[in-house]
Nanobody, 120 residues
Framework: QVHLVESGGGSVQAGGSLRLSCAAS????????MAWFRQAPGKEREGVAA???????SYANSVKGRFTISKDNAKNTLYLQMNSLKPEDTAMYYC??????????????WGQGTQVTVSS
Protein backbone atom coordinates (compact mmCIF):
# COMPACT_ATOMS: atom_id res chain seq x y z
CA GLN A 1 0.00 0.00 0.00
CA VAL A 2 1.31 3.43 -1.00
CA HIS A 3 -0.21 6.64 0.33
CA LEU A 4 0.31 9.75 -1.81
CA VAL A 5 -0.28 13.36 -0.80
CA GLU A 6 -0.02 16.18 -3.33
CA SER A 7 0.63 19.84 -2.59
CA GLY A 8 1.67 23.01 -4.39
CA GLY A 9 -1.36 23.74 -6.52
CA GLY A 10 -2.80 27.22 -6.79
CA SER A 11 -3.85 30.03 -9.08
CA VAL A 12 -1.42 31.75 -11.41
CA GLN A 13 -1.53 33.94 -14.46
CA ALA A 14 -0.58 32.63 -17.88
CA GLY A 15 3.18 32.46 -18.26
CA GLY A 16 3.69 31.79 -14.58
CA SER A 17 5.16 28.79 -12.80
CA LEU A 18 4.18 26.31 -10.10
CA ARG A 19 5.88 23.32 -8.54
CA LEU A 20 3.76 20.41 -7.42
CA SER A 21 4.99 17.96 -4.82
CA CYS A 22 3.80 14.46 -4.00
CA ALA A 23 4.91 12.89 -0.74
CA ALA A 24 4.89 9.09 -0.81
CA SER A 25 4.61 6.73 2.13
CA UNK A 26 6.85 4.20 0.40
CA UNK A 27 10.44 4.26 -0.82
CA UNK A 28 10.23 5.97 -4.19
CA UNK A 29 13.41 4.26 -5.38
CA UNK A 30 11.51 0.97 -5.27
CA UNK A 31 8.52 2.19 -7.27
CA UNK A 32 8.97 1.31 -10.93
CA UNK A 33 6.88 4.18 -12.29
CA MET A 34 5.47 7.33 -10.78
CA ALA A 35 3.50 9.86 -12.75
CA TRP A 36 1.42 13.00 -12.82
CA PHE A 37 -2.02 13.03 -14.40
CA ARG A 38 -4.56 15.82 -14.76
CA GLN A 39 -8.27 16.07 -15.29
CA ALA A 40 -10.17 19.15 -16.36
CA PRO A 41 -13.95 19.45 -15.86
CA GLY A 42 -15.79 17.43 -18.47
CA LYS A 43 -12.62 15.84 -19.81
CA GLU A 44 -10.94 12.49 -19.36
CA ARG A 45 -7.95 12.07 -17.11
CA GLU A 46 -4.76 12.48 -19.13
CA GLY A 47 -1.16 11.61 -18.46
CA VAL A 48 1.20 14.54 -18.06
CA ALA A 49 4.60 13.13 -17.13
CA ALA A 50 6.09 9.90 -15.83
CA UNK A 51 9.40 8.86 -14.33
CA UNK A 52 10.76 5.37 -13.85
CA UNK A 53 12.91 3.91 -11.12
CA UNK A 54 16.09 4.81 -12.99
CA UNK A 55 15.03 8.40 -13.65
CA UNK A 56 13.98 8.09 -17.28
CA UNK A 57 11.13 10.43 -18.10
CA SER A 58 8.18 10.62 -20.47
CA TYR A 59 5.97 13.62 -21.24
CA ALA A 60 2.72 14.36 -22.97
CA ASN A 61 3.32 16.38 -26.14
CA SER A 62 1.27 19.23 -24.74
CA VAL A 63 3.72 19.85 -21.90
CA LYS A 64 7.09 18.97 -23.43
CA GLY A 65 9.60 21.74 -22.90
CA ARG A 66 7.47 23.40 -20.24
CA PHE A 67 7.06 20.78 -17.49
CA THR A 68 9.75 18.76 -15.74
CA ILE A 69 9.13 15.68 -13.60
CA SER A 70 11.68 14.67 -10.99
CA LYS A 71 11.93 12.81 -7.72
CA ASP A 72 14.00 12.96 -4.58
CA ASN A 73 14.43 9.41 -3.30
CA ALA A 74 15.93 10.67 -0.04
CA LYS A 75 12.66 12.49 0.69
CA ASN A 76 10.35 9.96 -1.05
CA THR A 77 8.87 12.87 -2.96
CA LEU A 78 7.84 13.34 -6.57
CA TYR A 79 7.81 16.79 -8.18
CA LEU A 80 6.36 18.47 -11.22
CA GLN A 81 7.89 21.80 -12.17
CA MET A 82 5.47 23.64 -14.43
CA ASN A 83 6.69 26.68 -16.37
CA SER A 84 5.10 28.85 -19.03
CA LEU A 85 1.68 27.83 -17.81
CA LYS A 86 -1.29 28.23 -20.14
CA PRO A 87 -5.02 28.47 -19.37
CA GLU A 88 -5.46 25.03 -20.92
CA ASP A 89 -3.24 23.60 -18.16
CA THR A 90 -6.05 24.32 -15.70
CA ALA A 91 -7.05 21.02 -14.10
CA MET A 92 -6.92 18.88 -11.00
CA TYR A 93 -3.48 17.30 -10.91
CA TYR A 94 -3.00 13.81 -9.48
CA CYS A 95 0.08 11.92 -8.42
CA UNK A 96 0.10 8.19 -9.18
CA UNK A 97 2.38 5.27 -8.40
CA UNK A 98 2.98 1.67 -9.43
CA UNK A 99 1.83 1.72 -13.02
CA UNK A 100 3.21 1.98 -16.51
CA UNK A 101 4.22 5.09 -18.45
CA UNK A 102 1.20 7.41 -18.81
CA UNK A 103 -1.53 4.80 -18.90
CA UNK A 104 -3.94 5.77 -16.11
CA UNK A 105 -5.60 2.38 -15.90
CA UNK A 106 -2.35 0.66 -14.96
CA UNK A 107 -1.66 2.72 -11.83
CA UNK A 108 -2.61 1.20 -8.50
CA UNK A 109 -2.19 4.17 -6.17
CA TRP A 110 -3.48 7.73 -6.46
CA GLY A 111 -3.32 10.91 -4.45
CA GLN A 112 -6.31 13.10 -3.69
CA GLY A 113 -5.32 15.76 -6.22
CA THR A 114 -4.30 19.40 -6.14
CA GLN A 115 -6.01 22.12 -8.18
CA VAL A 116 -4.09 24.23 -10.68
CA THR A 117 -5.86 27.23 -12.19
CA VAL A 118 -4.23 29.37 -14.87
CA SER A 119 -5.88 32.64 -15.83
CA SER A 120 -5.33 34.51 -19.07
Amino acid sequence: QVHLVESGGGSVQAGGSLRLSCAASAYTYRIHYMAWFRQAPGKEREGVAAIDRDGSTSYANSVKGRFTISKDNAKNTLYLQMNSLKPEDTAMYYCAADGLLLVAGTFNYWGQGTQVTVSS
